[in-house]
Protein backbone atom coordinates (compact mmCIF):
# COMPACT_ATOMS: atom_id res chain seq x y z
CA UNK A 1 0.00 0.00 0.00
CA UNK A 2 2.76 2.16 0.72
CA UNK A 3 3.87 1.73 -2.43
CA UNK A 4 0.86 1.90 -4.46
CA UNK A 5 0.51 5.62 -2.56
CA UNK A 6 3.85 6.81 -3.39
CA UNK A 7 3.05 5.70 -7.35
CA UNK A 8 -0.33 7.31 -7.68
CA UNK A 9 0.20 10.46 -5.51
CA UNK A 10 2.95 11.00 -8.53
CA UNK A 11 1.57 9.52 -11.46
CA UNK A 12 -2.42 9.05 -10.88
CA UNK A 13 -4.36 6.45 -11.90
CA UNK A 14 -3.57 6.31 -15.80
CA UNK A 15 0.17 6.57 -15.47
CA UNK A 16 0.76 4.69 -12.55
CA UNK A 17 2.22 0.94 -13.12
CA UNK A 18 1.74 -1.75 -11.09
CA UNK A 19 4.84 -3.29 -12.53
CA UNK A 20 6.40 -0.51 -10.78
CA UNK A 21 4.31 -0.69 -7.72
CA UNK A 22 5.70 -4.48 -7.13
CA UNK A 23 9.36 -3.35 -7.82
CA UNK A 24 9.08 -0.89 -4.84
CA UNK A 25 6.98 -3.09 -2.77
CA UNK A 26 8.94 -6.29 -3.75
CA UNK A 27 5.67 -7.84 -4.30
CA UNK A 28 4.40 -10.12 -7.40
CA UNK A 29 2.82 -8.58 -10.13
CA UNK A 30 0.03 -11.25 -10.32
CA UNK A 31 -0.92 -11.48 -6.68
CA UNK A 32 -1.53 -7.29 -6.66
CA UNK A 33 -4.15 -8.22 -9.20
CA UNK A 34 -5.24 -11.31 -7.79
CA UNK A 35 -5.85 -9.50 -4.48
CA UNK A 36 -7.27 -6.17 -6.03
CA UNK A 37 -8.86 -7.02 -9.37
CA UNK A 38 -7.08 -4.12 -11.23
CA UNK A 39 -5.60 -0.83 -10.91
CA UNK A 40 -7.92 1.22 -10.58
CA UNK A 41 -9.41 -0.89 -7.68
CA UNK A 42 -5.93 -0.13 -6.40
CA UNK A 43 -6.16 3.01 -6.32
CA UNK A 44 -9.50 2.68 -4.57
CA UNK A 45 -8.17 0.82 -1.90
CA UNK A 46 -5.55 3.22 -1.32
CA UNK A 47 -7.71 6.48 -1.78
CA UNK A 48 -9.83 4.67 0.96
CA UNK A 49 -6.71 3.83 3.45
CA UNK A 50 -5.36 7.56 3.17
CA UNK A 51 -9.40 9.29 3.85
CA UNK A 52 -9.84 6.69 6.57
CA UNK A 53 -6.60 7.93 8.18
CA UNK A 54 -7.71 11.60 7.77
CA UNK A 55 -11.11 11.10 9.28
CA UNK A 56 -9.19 9.50 12.22
CA UNK A 57 -6.73 12.26 12.70
CA UNK A 58 -9.61 15.37 11.74
CA UNK A 59 -12.09 15.04 14.18
CA UNK A 60 -15.21 17.25 12.33
CA UNK A 61 -17.32 19.19 14.88
CA UNK A 62 -19.77 21.53 13.12
CA UNK A 63 -19.89 23.45 16.48
CA UNK A 64 -15.70 24.29 16.08
CA UNK A 65 -15.66 24.93 12.56
CA UNK A 66 -12.38 27.39 12.74
CA UNK A 67 -10.40 24.02 14.55
CA UNK A 68 -11.64 21.47 12.09
CA UNK A 69 -10.30 23.69 9.34
CA UNK A 70 -6.58 24.49 11.45
CA UNK A 71 -6.60 20.28 11.87
CA UNK A 72 -7.34 20.07 8.17
CA UNK A 73 -4.83 22.36 7.01
CA UNK A 74 -2.04 20.74 9.33
CA UNK A 75 -3.10 17.54 8.19
CA UNK A 76 -2.58 18.75 4.43
CA UNK A 77 0.47 20.33 4.57
CA UNK A 78 1.96 17.37 6.92
CA UNK A 79 0.98 14.81 4.49
CA UNK A 80 1.12 16.03 0.51
CA UNK A 81 0.50 13.30 -1.03
CA UNK A 82 -3.01 12.63 0.17
CA UNK A 83 -3.86 15.83 -1.96
CA UNK A 84 -2.27 14.84 -4.87
CA UNK A 85 -4.40 11.27 -4.57
CA UNK A 86 -7.31 13.58 -3.96
CA UNK A 87 -6.78 15.75 -7.21
CA UNK A 88 -5.98 12.83 -9.09
CA UNK A 89 -9.37 11.09 -8.29
CA UNK A 90 -11.23 14.81 -9.15
CA UNK A 91 -8.99 14.54 -12.41
CA UNK A 92 -9.79 11.08 -13.38
CA UNK A 93 -13.56 11.96 -12.50
CA UNK A 94 -14.18 9.39 -9.98
CA UNK A 95 -17.05 10.54 -7.76
CA UNK A 96 -17.22 7.51 -5.49
CA UNK A 97 -16.72 8.53 -1.91
CA UNK A 98 -14.99 5.33 -0.98
CA UNK A 99 -15.72 5.34 2.92
CA UNK A 100 -18.79 4.64 4.58
CA UNK A 101 -22.04 7.31 4.84
CA UNK A 102 -21.23 8.92 8.04
CA UNK A 103 -18.23 10.45 6.95
CA UNK A 104 -19.68 11.62 3.68
CA UNK A 105 -18.82 15.00 2.85
CA UNK A 106 -22.97 15.20 2.09
CA UNK A 107 -23.21 13.97 5.79
CA UNK A 108 -21.09 17.15 7.17
CA UNK A 109 -22.94 19.43 5.27
CA UNK A 110 -25.65 17.82 7.06
CA UNK A 111 -24.17 18.30 10.58
CA UNK A 112 -22.94 21.95 9.37
CA UNK A 113 -27.20 22.68 8.38
CA UNK A 114 -28.45 21.03 11.65
CA UNK A 115 -25.69 23.67 13.63
CA UNK A 116 -27.03 26.62 11.33
CA UNK A 117 -30.29 25.48 12.83
CA UNK A 118 -29.72 25.57 16.18
CA UNK A 119 -27.62 28.76 15.92
CA UNK A 120 -24.06 27.47 16.21
CA UNK A 121 -23.27 28.81 12.96
CA UNK A 122 -23.93 31.54 10.81
CA UNK A 123 -26.67 31.49 7.76
CA UNK A 124 -25.09 33.99 5.62
CA UNK A 125 -23.83 31.35 3.63
CA UNK A 126 -25.32 27.54 2.45
CA UNK A 127 -23.87 24.82 4.59
CA UNK A 128 -22.35 23.46 0.90
CA UNK A 129 -21.04 26.62 0.18
CA UNK A 130 -19.43 26.96 3.71
CA UNK A 131 -17.53 23.25 3.59
CA UNK A 132 -16.26 24.07 0.44
CA UNK A 133 -14.78 27.18 1.47
CA UNK A 134 -13.07 25.55 4.46
CA UNK A 135 -11.71 22.45 3.16
CA UNK A 136 -10.52 24.72 -0.23
CA UNK A 137 -8.95 27.24 2.34
CA UNK A 138 -7.57 24.38 4.27
CA UNK A 139 -5.86 22.87 1.66
CA UNK A 140 -5.12 25.78 -0.36
CA UNK A 141 -0.86 25.78 -0.40
CA UNK A 142 -1.22 22.28 -1.66
CA UNK A 143 -0.79 20.34 -4.53
CA UNK A 144 -4.35 20.62 -4.86
CA UNK A 145 -4.60 24.13 -4.94
CA UNK A 146 -1.33 25.29 -7.32
CA UNK A 147 -2.14 28.77 -7.22
CA UNK A 148 -1.44 29.02 -3.26
CA UNK A 149 1.79 27.37 -4.14
CA UNK A 150 2.98 30.16 -6.83
CA UNK A 151 1.46 32.89 -4.72
CA UNK A 152 2.88 31.95 -1.42
CA UNK A 153 5.68 29.55 -2.53
CA UNK A 154 7.80 29.82 0.80
CA UNK A 155 4.37 28.06 2.31
CA UNK A 156 5.85 25.74 4.64
CA UNK A 157 7.88 28.98 6.45
CA UNK A 158 5.00 30.71 6.73
CA UNK A 159 2.85 28.12 8.01
CA UNK A 160 1.71 29.63 11.52
CA UNK A 161 0.52 32.86 9.78
CA UNK A 162 -1.30 30.95 7.36
CA UNK A 163 -2.75 28.99 10.34
CA UNK A 164 -4.26 31.84 12.04
CA UNK A 165 -5.16 33.44 8.75
CA UNK A 166 -7.58 30.10 7.91
CA UNK A 167 -8.60 30.11 11.72
CA UNK A 168 -10.06 34.04 11.20
CA UNK A 169 -11.54 33.45 7.99
CA UNK A 170 -12.91 30.44 8.97
CA UNK A 171 -14.67 32.18 12.39
CA UNK A 172 -15.82 34.98 9.83
CA UNK A 173 -17.55 33.31 7.77
CA UNK A 174 -19.28 30.66 10.41
CA UNK A 175 -19.77 32.93 13.10
CA UNK A 176 -23.50 33.30 13.86
CA UNK A 177 -23.68 37.10 13.59
CA UNK A 178 -24.31 38.46 17.19
CA UNK A 179 -21.07 36.52 18.08
CA UNK A 180 -19.01 37.91 14.53
CA UNK A 181 -17.50 40.64 16.30
CA UNK A 182 -16.90 39.42 19.87
CA UNK A 183 -14.89 36.23 18.64
CA UNK A 184 -12.79 38.63 15.76
CA UNK A 185 -12.55 40.49 18.44
CA UNK A 186 -11.17 37.68 20.49
CA UNK A 187 -8.72 36.41 18.05
CA UNK A 188 -7.32 39.74 16.68
CA UNK A 189 -6.71 40.04 20.79
CA UNK A 190 -4.81 36.67 21.29
CA UNK A 191 -7.17 35.07 23.28
CA UNK A 192 -9.53 32.49 21.27
CA UNK A 193 -7.85 29.76 22.33
CA UNK A 194 -7.53 27.68 18.86
CA UNK A 195 -5.25 30.62 17.64
Same mark, same amino acid.
Given at each position: ??? $????? $??? !??? !??? +?? @?? $? %?? $? ?10 ? *? #? ?44 ? @? ?23 ? &?? @? ?8 ? +? *? ?24 ? !? ?13 ? /????? %? ?8 ? /?? #????? *? ?8 ? &?
Amino acid at each position: MTA $ATEEF $AAF !GIA !GAR +VD @RI $A %RT $ARANKSQIYEYF *G #NKEMLFQAVLERQLSYVYQTVQFDPDDLPDYAGMLFDFAMDHPELM @RLVLWNGLEQKREWPLEEALSLPTQ &VR @RIRAAQDAGH +V *GTDYPADFLLTLIITLASAWTAANPF !GISITPDAESRRPML /RKAIL %RAVQTLSCPP /RL #NSVKI *GEMINGSQKA &V
